[in-house]
T-cell receptor, first 110, second 114 residues
Framework: NAGVTQTPKFQVLKTGQSMTLQCAQDMNHEYMSWYRQDPGMGLRLIHYSVGAGITDQGEVPNGYNVSRSTTEDFPLRLLSAAPSQTSVYFC?????????FGEGSRLTVL | SQELEQSPQSLIVQEGKNLTINCTSSKTLYGLYWYKQKYGEGLIFLMMLQKGGEEKSHEKITAKLDEKKQQSSLHITASQPSHAGIYLCGAETPIKTSYDKVIFGPGTSLSVIP
């Protein structure tokens, strides 16, 4: 059972480039979310989804887009990367209980 | 919006000592999670508390949610180097569906000296 899979694990971008962080889960969870983790800041919620076709903003949504066309996938898009988006990104899924996390994606924006 | 605070921000203890980490919410907690993260790695689920006064234990780690459901404490008995890492509390914040979004506190960094 793969759980929550994030790709890529590492990525370096130049300012202004776009990219998509992929997140897939095979547990048939309705709830999925994206967090970013910066030193001393804990995990900050970017966007979340409570089911296919339903997404909403979290605490720090600016600069990020999401969509949820299937239950399994919840990609996070950076349309024009900025150095302030350098961070470690975690995807999580849940069925109204324990949050299951991916292993994280480390993004550096130069 | 709901905010979570954790104290202390960081902690250094001698192996074998007991310690407590606190998590305080600005609003009533409907569900409280504790996670551990080893430095540079992913998150490990420790436990979830939902009822006022609820207490759960896993090996040498005990967590409790107070009766008013605005504060939780995590207690480690006889700490070991394997307990070192960042401890994060997370809280469910009610949204209009049956699923609640989860926000996290800033974390407590624990170091255990052999």
């Amino acid at each position: 059972n793969a759980g929550v899979t994030q790709t890529p694990k590492f990525q370096v971008l130049k300012t202004g480039q776009s990219m998509t962080l992929q997140c897939a889960q095979d547990m048939n969870h309705e709830y999925m979310s994206w967090y970013r983790q910066d030193p001393g800041m804990g995990l900050r919620l970017i966007h979340y989804s409570v089911g296919a076709g339903i997404t909403d903003q979290g605490e720090v949504p600016n600069g990020y887009n999401v969509s949820r066309s299937t239950t399994e996938d919840f990609p996070l898009r950076l349309l024009s990367a900025a150095p302030s988006q350098t961070s470690v990104y975690f995807c999580a899924s849940s069925n109204a209980g324990e949050l299951f996390f991916g292993e994280g994606s480390r993004l550096t924006v130069l | 919006s709901q905010e979570l605070e954790q104290s202390p921000q960081s902690l250094i203890v001698q192996e074998g000592k007991n310690l407590t980490i606190n998590c305080t919410s600005s609003k009533t907690l409907y569900g409280l999670y504790w996670y551990k993260q080893k430095y540079g790695e992913g998150l490990i689920f420790l436990m979830m508390l939902q009822k006022g006064g609820e207490e759960k234990s896993h090996e040498k780690i005990t967590a409790k949610l107070d009766e008013k459901k605005q504060q939780s404490s995590l207690h480690i008995t006889a700490s070991q180097p394997s307990h070192a890492g960042i401890y994060l509390c997370g809280a469910e914040t009610p949204i209009k569906t049956s699923y609640d979004k989860v926000i996290f506190g800033p974390g407590t960094s624990l170091s255990v000296i052999p």
